[in-house]
C-alpha cells in the first residue's frame, strides 16, 4: 500500500523574504554592472582618440602636413565665413580610419574642399549634394559609446571656428529635422585656445589644427607628448534633455579657453563628455590622458593655463599636469 505524501510549498512570508533577497542582490549588482560598462566605454573612447592621433601622423607622413582645423576663408584666419568650404579635420581622416570609401566619393565630387590653397570654392559642403548625402554616414570611431549623440533635440553643429584675432569661436548648425540627418561626431581637433590669429596673447597658445592650418609635425615646438591634438567634445549640453550635437564632415578645431565644466555645466563651445569626472584627450604621440572635469573654466587661473599651454603647440611653456589631474 503506497502511502500519499503531501507536497510543501513556500509559504506568502518564504516568497517575500526570496523575492526581498533578490532585489538586494539586484541593487548591490546594479553599481557594478554600469562601473563595467562605464569602463569598457571609456577603454573604447581612448581607442577611438588613440586612433584619431595616429591617423593625424599618418596623414602628415603622407602628405607632409597635418590636416587643418576647418577650411575656412581664404587667405586663412581671414574671419569666418558661410561663403567657406567648411569641412572639418574629421574628414581629411577618412582614409586613415577605414572610411576611404566615403573619402573617394567625396574627392570625385569636388576635390576643392580638401584643398587649403584652393581660392575659388565658396560655398559651404552642405550645398554640395554628394558631400550632404555622404555626411549622413555614421562612422563609428567618431563616436564615444558613452554617449548617444542621435537624441539631440535642437540641431546639429555643421562647423566651428576659432579665431585669435577677434577672439570669438563661431559654430554654425543645422536645426532639426535637417540637422538629425547627419553623421555625428564626439572629439574635434584642438585649435589650441582659440585658435590662430593676431592677438599676441592667445595667439601664442595656438594649437596644431587652425583654419586652413598645414602644419608639419616637426614644427610642434612642445613636443608631440605635450600637445592635445583631438578632445572630446559633445557639442552641447551634457546632462538631461540634449539641446545640440556635431557632425562629424564639419566638427572643425575645438578652443580649450572656456575650459571643461563640471558635469551638468557644459555648454556647445567647451569640451566635454559623458563620462563620469572627466574628459579624454589624445595628444600628438598617439597617448591619451584624462583631464579632470572643472579644469580651466576661471580664466587665468593656475589650472586654465596648465589646460591652454597643452593645447598650444608652440607657446613654450611647462605644462603642470598636476593641475588637470593627473
Same mark, same amino acid.
Given at each position: 500500500?503506497?502511502?500519499?505524501?503531501?507536497?510543501?510549498?513556500?509559504?506568502?512570508?518564504?516568497?517575500?523574504?526570496?523575492?526581498?533577497?533578490?532585489?538586494?542582490?539586484?541593487?548591490?549588482?546594479?553599481?557594478?554592472?554600469?562601473?563595467?560598462?562605464?569602463?569598457?566605454?571609456?577603454?573604447?573612447?581612448?581607442?577611438?582618440?588613440?586612433?584619431?592621433?595616429?591617423?593625424? !601622423? $599618418? %596623414?602628415?607622413?603622407?602628405? #607632409?602636413?597635418?590636416?587643418? +582645423? &576647418?577650411?575656412?576663408? *581664404?587667405?586663412?584666419? @581671414? =574671419?569666418?565665413?558661410?561663403?567657406?568650404?567648411?569641412?572639418?579635420?574629421?574628414?581629411?581622416?577618412?582614409?586613415?580610419?577605414?572610411?576611404?570609401?566615403?573619402?573617394?566619393?567625396?574627392?570625385?565630387?569636388?576635390?576643392?574642399?580638401?584643398?587649403?590653397?584652393?581660392?575659388?570654392?565658396?560655398?559651404?559642403?552642405?550645398?554640395?549634394?554628394?558631400?550632404?548625402?555622404?555626411?549622413?554616414?555614421?562612422?563609428?570611431?567618431?563616436?564615444?559609446?558613452?554617449?548617444?549623440?542621435?537624441?539631440?533635440?535642437?540641431?546639429?553643429?555643421?562647423?566651428?571656428?576659432?579665431?585669435?584675432?577677434?577672439?570669438?569661436?563661431?559654430?554654425?548648425?543645422?536645426?532639426?529635422?535637417?540637422?538629425?540627418?547627419?553623421?555625428? !561626431? $564626439? %572629439?574635434?581637433?584642438?585649435? #589650441?585656445?582659440?585658435?590662430? +590669429? &593676431?592677438?599676441?596673447? *592667445?595667439?601664442?597658445? @595656438? =594649437?596644431?589644427?587652425?583654419?586652413?592650418?598645414?602644419?608639419?609635425?616637426?614644427?610642434?615646438?612642445?613636443?608631440?607628448?605635450?600637445?592635445?591634438?583631438?578632445?572630446?567634445?559633445?557639442?552641447?549640453?551634457?546632462?538631461?534633455?540634449?539641446?545640440?550635437?556635431?557632425?562629424?564632415?564639419?566638427?572643425?578645431?575645438?578652443?580649450?579657453?572656456?575650459?571643461?565644466?563640471?558635469?551638468?555645466?557644459?555648454?556647445?563651445?567647451?569640451?566635454?563628455?559623458?563620462?563620469?569626472?572627466?574628459?579624454?584627450?589624445?595628444?600628438?604621440?598617439?597617448?591619451?590622458?584624462?583631464?579632470?572635469?572643472?579644469?580651466?573654466?576661471?580664466?587665468?587661473?593656475?589650472?586654465?593655463?596648465?589646460?591652454?599651454?597643452?593645447?598650444?603647440? $608652440?607657446?613654450?611653456?611647462?605644462?603642470?599636469?598636476?593641475?588637470? +589631474?593627473?
Amino acid at each position: 500500500m503506497k502511502t500519499l505524501l503531501p507536497r510543501r510549498g513556500f509559504t506568502l512570508i518564504e516568497l517575500l523574504v526570496v523575492i526581498a533577497i533578490i532585489a538586494i542582490l539586484i541593487g548591490l549588482l546594479l553599481p557594478a554592472v554600469q562601473k563595467v560598462r562605464e569602463a569598457a566605454a571609456r577603454t573604447q573612447c581612448s581607442n577611438n582618440l588613440k586612433q584619431l592621433s595616429l591617423a593625424a !601622423a $599618418n %596623414y602628415e607622413g603622407t602628405t #607632409g602636413q597635418l590636416p587643418p +582645423g &576647418t577650411m575656412g576663408s *581664404y587667405p586663412p584666419n @581671414s =574671419g569666418f565665413t558661410f561663403a567657406a568650404p567648411i569641412v572639418g579635420t574629421l574628414a581629411f581622416l577618412l582614409p586613415y580610419v577605414e572610411q576611404d570609401n566615403i573619402y573617394k566619393i567625396l574627392f570625385a565630387a569636388d576635390p576643392r574642399y580638401f584643398n587649403t590653397n584652393d581660392t575659388t570654392l565658396t560655398t559651404g559642403w552642405y550645398n554640395n549634394s554628394t558631400y550632404f548625402a555622404q555626411a549622413q554616414n555614421k562612422v563609428k570611431t567618431f563616436l564615444c559609446p558613452a554617449d548617444n549623440p542621435e537624441l539631440s533635440t535642437t540641431g546639429t553643429f555643421i562647423t566651428f571656428y576659432c579665431d585669435a584675432t577677434t577672439l570669438v569661436f563661431t559654430g554654425g548648425y543645422y536645426p532639426n529635422p535637417t540637422g538629425a540627418l547627419f553623421g555625428r !561626431a $564626439n %572629439y574635434a581637433s584642438s585649435a #589650441g585656445s582659440i585658435g590662430a +590669429g &593676431t592677438n599676441s596673447f *592667445y595667439g601664442r597658445y @595656438s =594649437g596644431a589644427f587652425t583654419s586652413r592650418s598645414k602644419n608639419p609635425i616637426v614644427s610642434v615646438g612642445d613636443g608631440t607628448s605635450n600637445t592635445i591634438f583631438f578632445g572630446e567634445a559633445l557639442g552641447g549640453t551634457d546632462t538631461g534633455t540634449r539641446d545640440f550635437s556635431m557632425a562629424w564632415m564639419g566638427a572643425g578645431s575645438f578652443a580649450a579657453a572656456w575650459g571643461i565644466p563640471n558635469q551638468g555645466g557644459a555648454q556647445w563651445y567647451q569640451h566635454s563628455s559623458k563620462h563620469t569626472a572627466v574628459v579624454l584627450f589624445g595628444f600628438g604621440d598617439g597617448s591619451v590622458r584624462n583631464i579632470r572635469k572643472g579644469v580651466g573654466t576661471s580664466f587665468f587661473t593656475n589650472d586654465w593655463y596648465s589646460l591652454n599651454r597643452a593645447a598650444g603647440m $608652440n607657446d613654450g611653456e611647462v605644462i603642470a599636469f598636476s593641475n588637470l +589631474g593627473q
